[in-house]
């Protein structure tokens, strides 16, 4: 992914974060995605990534700083699901914290709105059944999924998805994207080298995809 | 369950809809549970139960005639969760049809609004909190689940939220309950007996909790 | 299960054992199936029934004690299985000890024979299709495991299983049934009272099946 | 992999097998990596990989045949499991066909011995504890499983176990490991190329490790 001649000027951004581990565990593999990914080119875009607090608020502060100090082009926020088996889009954000267990700041609100006077949900403004093709077409476990939860992962996309439905920041698309463990976390999981691939190839398909295709992907329930 | 004496005039209704088999199934537990629930007396209400066609758009409209005809005081839809093991009490509703499989007219939109120009989405006005420690009390498997789907399910969900939204249905309450497999349907599932035991003590628990309780039970992711 | 007339002289011995709470759990569902069966009369056999330590080597020592006291025509062991969703019938136990936790006495042995110098495993002698079936039948969630794991429900198993092979035991028969846990403990989960039908069920079919049925029931893996 | 000078005389082989698709399906990651894996240098040994017939008896005599023609000093069967997200290390394997579908030959035996009046059972004479800390240590999922199914992969299991006892093959060492489907099958899944590092790593460390390590892998049920 290095370039000895970086075009200059310097190339729009791609603004990607993670989380700091949460729930006792010593790791977050979005943390280590931020981490890999962070200077990256994909597809002509330069890649800021950053770390954002596990927790609730803080969280959605720091994601402002950055979006206001770098002005992406695309927001991509990346949390883990354990659980999952697979990538997962995640289509929808919904106004609501309801916390199972407390924040890294020990917070846990129940049946909070995240921002209080908002709509209920947002749709993500990414590609999600072109990226999910691109995904499943390079041999990755991907999946589009319903609900990105109530803690601090969905906080965070809905937070994103209301700030950038605001008049300044037309044409700008974002939306989250949840990761399986690392084999070290349990079972099921997925090789880091795996999940980063496939966030490269997420970014890179969000980038060239003007119009999303018609993919079936639903859920019976 | 007796009615020696049924109250008079005429009890207000609770409006219990379940759906046809579909997916090549022989059976679909919620419409069993509807013949179950149909005619009984629940805290002071009558239920009046229907069976609607697994179609989109068919599904609704057979839903609107029905809360025109009854003019429900409370509006509780259910369907089959195959895959989930426990009474799933739905929090949201999102506007999106995206069918894995045709619906039972052959139908399968993808991603299609539910109803074009309207809001993401919709929260359940049901207390689903309440009834969630009603269910546990009462030694049933039960959870609140952060989606419904995107099948005919949160369909109808979708659209009996959206039209509970309109003046007209100021405290009319509604929301989606999923209900586990039978057990000749596979694994996980419940006891057709348990199901009705539940969809009982969930309807009375919405018929007498008036503001809900506070009570942790979101996702991680 | 009434019984007016008990009959005279003492009826042949049904032996159901259930097991203590263990993992730092507060019940084990086992163990209040053990409560509710004792002393009842199934297919003209009376249930006597004991509750195991969880613990490696005592539970087998009481096993022993309780069969050479009793004097079964038939042992049904049962256990708590987290994670499963039907009644299990269990069809074979090996003969090792590998614990993920520690027994209730603090004992957690690793690749350890149950009987130093026997054989690898064996086989229920229960009818274990015909018990599905017959659970099937009467709407209940069944099914065949193919492992009953390796901590102190397989010891039991196994440590049962090796002293029917003995010459003094011909034609008494026993195996091991896990069940779900009840919902105050997590999901997947049974009710225990559609639990104790279904230990009641597979007990009398046991009890009235000569040879068993054949019935596809495997795991492709 | 490669080595420009490979050792002279023939180095000892290592059999591996994978299947043919089955149920249905298009492909089996198994035969993939047989395809990838044949010939490769491992840790001094020369891989033979070959692909089984996912027929019961057809299978076994394919690996009678390999086995006497190969003379192998390690003996590598490898099977697919869909729904596993690990790469599963078979513990034991038993002494019964019981097919939930057809093999590819059609027939569906139930309950039926792989070797008529052979013992119940034999465990793997593979380090699989030591084999499970290498794959862990190199980030890739791994599992010890306690049941290999009753279809083919466990019929074929338990015929080369059954062969290896025999006096000839003292030495010979043989198991089974399943593997998960690919992204393209379903989920949950593993990359093809993570499967068959995977692979490689185990059968790096069999050869490598005499006597296996204690490292607790059981299961609770």
């Known amino acids: 992914m290095t370039r000895a001649h970086p075009p200059s000027p310097r190339p729009p951004v791609v603004l990607f974060t993670g989380f700091e581990p949460f729930g006792g565990e010593a790791a977050n593999p979005s943390a280590l995605a931020a981490q890999a990914l962070d200077g990256q080119l994909i597809a002509g875009h330069r890649v800021v990534a950053a770390v954002l607090p596990t927790v609730f608020g803080a969280s959605l502060a720091r994601l402002d700083d950055l979006i206001r100090l770098h002005q992406p082009a695309l927001v991509l926020c990346c949390g883990q699901a354990g659980g999952r088996a697979a990538i997962s889009l995640e289509r929808v954000a919904i106004n ?125 329930d």
């Open 96 to 220: 609501v914290d309801d916390a199972r267990i407390p924040d890294n700041a020990g917070a846990q609100p129940v049946d909070r709105p995240v921002v209080a006077g908002a709509p209920a949900a947002y749709f993500s403004s990414l590609p999600i059944k072109a990226m999910l093709q691109a995904l499943q077409r390079a041999g990755l476990p991907a999946e589009v999924s319903q609900t990105a939860g109530t803690f601090v992962c969905n906080h965070v996309f809905y937070g994103l998805m209301h700030r950038l439905a605001e008049p300044g920041f037309a044409g700008v698309r974002g939306g989250l994207v949840h990761i399986p463990w690392l084999p070290a976390q349990g079972s099921p999981c997925l090789p880091l080298e795996a999940t980063i691939e496939g966030l490269r190839i997420a970014i890179a398909c969000a980038l060239a995809t003007e119009a999303d295709i018609r993919l079936a992907a639903g859920a019976l």
